[in-house]
């Protein structure tokens, strides 16, 4: 089952998961995942929130750490991995065996810079599952210097995916590689995810998340919108985690899974009412904000510099 938990920021859909997990948690595992840099903070509140036995029964994960898991329940914790270093000598040597075909690229394809560039643009179609295929194909499509650019690209990243299945394996397909383990190993099975402070998701973890939809007892995401409904125009501030949701019920529905969304209510704020209504209507449509009674200072600076000095010089006024 998918639910999503949606609601403004501050409306406490982190509290509402820390309590639901830690409810759940005698019948069956709970995994809390969390964006990367939010792994240690997620973590404290876990223990506070679950007390000193919450580590029986639940965990919180990122997605590499997920990966790991998997790979130790499937296998391939102790295959070798390239390091930045060899990532980029391994794409000088793709772009040599491929240099006599090339045409945009030819002329700068040896510089360190340009191999530099190349990596950064092969982690990107990596991460939406972009295989040199598609890029051949859109090459021919496609007429005049675009075309010859994506047949080049086509060519680069097929021999570099080439040399890294016989040499090393590439780490930015970590998470295409526990799609497939997890396709044949039940790590997830009979076990409560849930998903928090996650704006969107790469087409790389979803691959992964559909996978673990059809394990899972239950799959919860929390996103940071008030309804489902898209705005007119879908520019709104919300509208990144409405196409997340859309994504996400996508998944749900071409796998035949249940569906379910619950809306926190915004009447649970416990910021200063000031707040509450920066919240609810910096980036409304209104033209005149409403007052906030001298609580919001506004401060233009020049530099990020000076307007972390002002920040600090206004703190130690306060304080």
């Given at each position: 089952m998918l639910k999503l938990i949606l609601g403004r920021a501050g409306c406490g859909k982190t509290t509402t998961v820390l309590k639901r997990l830690c409810q759940a948690g005698q019948e069956r595992r709970?995994?809390?995942?969390?964006?990367?840099?939010?792994?240690?903070?997620?973590?404290?509140?876990?223990?506070?929130?679950?007390?000193?036995?919450?580590?029986?029964?639940?965990e919180v994960l990122?997605?590499?750490?997920?990966?790991?898991?998997?790979?130790?329940a499937a296998g391939g914790v102790g295959e070798p991995e390239l390091d930045?270093?060899?990532?980029?000598?391994?794409?000088?040597?793709?772009?040599?065996a491929v240099s006599p075909e090339l045409t945009v690229?030819?002329?700068?394809?040896?510089?360190?810079?340009?191999?530099e560039n190349l990596l950064a643009t092969v982690d990107e179609l990596k991460s939406c599952c972009v295989q040199p295929q598609l890029l051949l194909q859109a090459g021919e499509e496609v007429e005049?210097?675009?075309?010859?650019?994506?047949?080049?690209?086509?060519?680069?990243?097929?021999?570099?995916?080439?040399l890294t299945a016989r040499t090393a394996l590439d780490p930015r397909d970590r998470l295409t590689r526990t799609a497939e383990k997890l396709s044949t190993c039940p790590w997830a099975e009979d076990m409560d995810l849930w998903l928090d402070?996650?704006?969107?998701?790469?087409?790389?973890?979803?691959e992964v998340l559909a996978q673990l939809m059809a394990q899972a007892h239950q799959i919860?995401?929390?996103?940071?919108?008030?309804?489902?409904?898209?705005?007119?125009?879908?520019?709104?501030?919300?509208s990144p985690a409405r196409r997340t949701a859309a994504m996400l019920l996508r998944l749900a529905k071409e796998r035949g899974i249940s569906c379910e969304v619950e809306n926190l209510s915004s009447d649970c704020f416990s910021r200063v009412s000031a707040l509450n209504k920066v919240e609810q209507e910096l980036f409304g449509p209104q033209q005149e904000p409403a007052?906030?009674?001298?609580?919001?200072?506004?401060?233009?600076?020049?530099?990020?510099?000076?307007?972390?000095?002002?920040?600090?010089?206004?703190?130690?006024?306060?304080?």
């Open positions: 709970q995994v809390l995942m969390v964006p990367e840099q939010q792994s240690h903070q997620a973590e404290r509140a876990l223990c506070k929130a679950g007390g000193d036995e919450v580590s029986l029964y639940a990122s997605f590499s750490r997920l990966a790991n898991r998997v790979f130790l930045s270093g060899g990532r980029l000598l391994l794409m000088y040597q793709a772009v040599k690229y030819a002329r700068p394809s040896r510089r360190p810079a340009f191999l005049g210097p675009e075309g010859d650019k994506l047949r080049d690209l086509g060519l680069i990243c097929g021999a570099y995916q080439a402070g996650f704006t969107d998701f790469t087409p790389q973890q979803g919860t995401v929390t996103l940071a919108c008030d309804h489902l409904e898209e705005d007119e125009g879908g520019t709104g501030i919300f007052s906030c009674e001298g609580a919001v200072e506004l401060h233009r600076a020049l530099t990020p510099r000076s307007e972390v000095e002002w920040a600090a010089s206004r703190i130690r006024t306060l304080v």
